[in-house]
């Protein structure tokens, strides 16, 4: 399990440009006007052996000037609540401002550990004027550009000093790990309740295995998994932040300790942004799933041609990648409770699913020789042999080409494809490598 890292701070102090450099990527808009980052970016960063995840917490910036304020105290305390550790970036070159001591005070007073980050350090010139952040009270400032890349790698060697170490999980890993995700009032706490409610003496909760993550054993029916519970844990008169940063918050920690997630969507309200952006942290953590639409009791039109409908929205708005099975429930009145769970269960295995190399050979060439890949500058593409890795954490294949670097990746879908129409691949990611001959 990685730690999660927050970066806040006020608007336009580097935060996404911070995020980009250690994430190595470049998901975080960056621009000179406060405000620019709305959405909630999230990504991995690995630095001394040790992985962490890394939340952008910009945003919440509209027009008016006169939230800025109440903005910024809202996005540290669901920081602060969540995250093992706080990235305080503040700016070198404007110095100490009020919205900066009203941020100070609120990490003041949590148990986190933070780090103060002054950036746009862009020369040894102007770091002496770092000095003036000492008035914050979060000790020695850390020096960087974010956009240079300077002063970084001081800064991860204290990112790794300072967060928690991993004692380790006392459960077993044979046993597939199940986690209800979803955006707030989608009914995750009904559906667990709906799990687990009927006999609690069958069940048996580790304490304390993570801050907000409840692992509960669950050997009903035939059944043995561990149900990852991160739904009412919080209480409601406390959520008062911004709830779809809320939620994407805790989501991290679920998708991340899990095998399958069972992504759960209002069909009262159909698919909508949050559930796309909790649909992206699955796929990005590489996790098997579950599309659970949850209180199909309430919708009027149970027709066919309705799930039809709502099946293929849900499929057009998650694609490419569409091969997920979808089942219509209702915690309320348990209406298929027990298919989630068999789905759940199979969709686990199906991750564990090996090809022969001989057989994989057998089925693959012959559809590769039928549908070759398109030829690039008169080169023709021929792929001769392929396998499928052992010990990886997906299925993973790879397929020898003499011409790797001209496979485009519609071809790699379209193996893909023929991989799961041949195998039991339902609902599991899997991925397809093109290498030299």
Known sequence: MSNLVAIVGRPNVGKSTLFNRLTQSRRAIVSDTAGTTRDRQYGKCTWNDREFSVVDTGGWVVNSDDIFEDAIRNQVKVATEEA?????VVDNETGVTDWDGD?????????????LVANKVDNSGTAYTAADF?????????CISA?????TGDLLDLVVEKLPKDDGEMMDDDIPRFAVVGRPNVGKSSIINAFIGEDRNIVTEIAGTTRDSIYTRYTKFGFDFYLVDTAGIRRKNK????LEFYSVMRSIRAIENSDVCILMIDATRGIES????IFQLIQKNNKSLVVVVNKWDLVEDKSQKAIDTFKNAILNRMAPFNDFPIIFASAVTKQRIFKVLETAKQVYLNRKTHVGTSKLNEVMLPII?????QSIKGKYIKIKY???LPNTQIPSFVFYANLPQYVKENYRRFLENKIRENWPMHGCPINVFIRQK
Not at 103 to 115: E, F, T
Not at 147 to 151: E, K, L, R, S
Not at 239 to 242: M, R, Y
Not at 274 to 277: E, H, L, R, S, V
Request: overall charge negative; aromatic content about 4%.
């Open 239 to 242: 959520v008062t932040e911004d």
């Open 386 to 388: 392929c396998t499928q």
């Open 134 to 142: 000492y008035r914050l009270g979060l000790g020695d400032p850390v």
């Open 84 to 88: 093992d550790l706080v990235l305080f």
């Open 103 to 115: 941020v100070a005070q609120i990490l003041r007073r949590s148990n986190l550990p933070v780090i």
């Open 274 to 277: 949050q559930d796309m952006n």
């Open 147 to 151: 956009a240079t890349g300077g002063g």
């Open 369 to 373: 020789e039928a549908t070759p890949p």
